[in-house]
């Protein structure tokens, strides 16, 4: 069975896992059982373009996952390093290019994208090995995240993705109001 090391994780999971049809996306809720002595994130509804019935049971790892991470310091068995840099550039995207005249809503939630970007990008940093320029090829294991590390390898070096941590990290702290 498959594992996720945080709740936050299962769900990301079950949003970004595509359906037989292609369609990506699984707004059914979740909740959580127990699986003997574990803790699992199960979760059962129809895909809304084609209505095949999708389910999925995700065991929980034991360790605790800090607020607004989303997962520990292990690298993900779900999503590899291709996955993540895809919902990195998500969050970035939903990001205004400009903070002149936004009201505190639309800060907050730039804020908020920029800081769930840092965290997928942090994810990518989990899978390479101390020291390493790179991510090992073993952190790209399915075919759209191998598919965007071979689109641009540049963008997976250690010295890159910290880069753009910091300009996110300074640009979410110019979105707090004086």
Not at 44 to 65: H, P, Q
Not at 84 to 97: K, M, N, S, T
């Amino acid at each position: 069975m498959l594992q996720a090391r945080s709740i936050a994780e299962a769900r990301l999971f079950m949003s970004l896992e595509p359906c037989a049809c292609g369609h990506r996306g699984f707004e059914h809720p979740s909740k959580i059982v127990a699986h003997g002595e574990r803790l699992a994130a199960v979760a059962s509804g129809y895909c809304e373009s084609c209505g095949t019935m999708r389910s999925f049971e995700l065991m929980l790892a034991d360790a605790r996952v800090p607020d607004g991470a989303w997962g520990n310091a292990e690298p993900s068995t779900l999503i590899d390093a291709g996955g993540w840099l895809a919902l990195a550039d998500h969050f970035g995207a939903q990001v205004p290019a400009s903070i002149e005249r936004l009201d505190r809503d639309v800060r907050d939630q730039a804020r908020a994208n920029l800081q769930r970007g840092i965290a997928a990008v942090g994810e990518i940093l989990k899978f390479f090995p101390a020291g390493a320029a790179e991510p090992p090829r073993s952190a790209f294991f399915t075919p759209r995240g191998l598919e965007i590390y071979v689109a641009d390898r540049r963008r997976f070096t250690r010295d890159r993705l910290q880069v753009l941590i910091e300009a996110w990290r300074e640009l979410a702290d110019s979105f707090v109001e004086n």
